[in-house]
């Protein structure tokens, strides 16, 4: 079982920052309005997530650790409608398969939190206002053949600091703060607040906190409804991508997708209506009927597939030709 752990974890699991991206994801699913990640070594001495969310009960804790265990879908119905960022259960098994974890847990409705250690069983009674903090620790301490495919601490930070941003760039309502070696290297503050304020406004801040003022200031905003697709988010000018040449963001309803689908889509616009600009800017937000696309096709869920690629396209294309082709103020 321990083996079979491990296997799966080599899927979910490739470097520090695929732990930092799950260990997000399931803080936002708690409803965190604060998430702070701690890092050493790039991540791979130890990754902290402490959020502020909903907690884990008591009981709990230890089904949170089991394989296929998820308090989020119940039946395969929900898995067509799916609007949590995890569902699979797999993540917590995987990762404590390949390093020393531990949760650290409360829900509003306990007195006290309680804190499981992952390797040992051990459940004990400790400290902490309402929400939840797992540890990770050494990383890949049991596979030495993977964890020397790790690079520099330099660049798993950099890979760890890239998997907030992409989160950080679908919930401007929610604060994310990045910490390396006890020094706050990023701190992106909400910029929104459900119900009040504009959204667009608010993901315009968010842009410029996470990208730079000069994306925003060098950037046109997308808006396009097509049928069951609708498009928003901002598209870069030529000047914009001189310093940001690799940030190319495309969000499926809430969930950052590396898509060929969409990226052609989106360059086939930039070659329309400026003539072959080659490295666009810009972060794209796709929202479609969760029953037309299918987000359980990849391990890492960074992968979907459309039930009608053309209608995407079209809908992106046009979303991106739109916004460039505006005459600007
Ligand atoms: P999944 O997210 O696919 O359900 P995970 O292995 O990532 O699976 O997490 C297992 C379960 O642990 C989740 O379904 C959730 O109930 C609980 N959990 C994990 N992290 C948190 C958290 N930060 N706050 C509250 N519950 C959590
Ligand atoms: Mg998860």
Redesign the pocket.
Known sequence: DELISQIAAGEVVERPASVVR??V???L??G?SQITVRLSAGGVRLIT?E?D????PQD?LP???RRH?????TNLTDLETVA????????????ASVSEMS?L?RPASQTTAFLLDARSGELRPAARAT??T?EVKELFFSTPARRKFLKTDATELAHCIESVRRHALARPDVGFAIWHEGKLVEQWRATFVPGQGDAQDALARRLSDVLGEDFVTESVPVHHRAGPVTVTGRAGLPDAARSRADHQYCYVNGRFVRDKVLTHAARSAYEDVLHGHKQPVYALYVEIDPARVDVNVHPTKIEVRFRDSREVHQAVRHAVENALAAPRA
């Open positions: 799950e260990l994801d399931n803080a699913d708690a965190a997530v959020d969310g909903g907690g884990i709990e089904v949170a650790l265990a998820t308090s989020k879908i949590t960022m995890g569902f699979r259960g797999e993540a917590l098994a995987a990762v949760l847990s929400g939840t797992v």
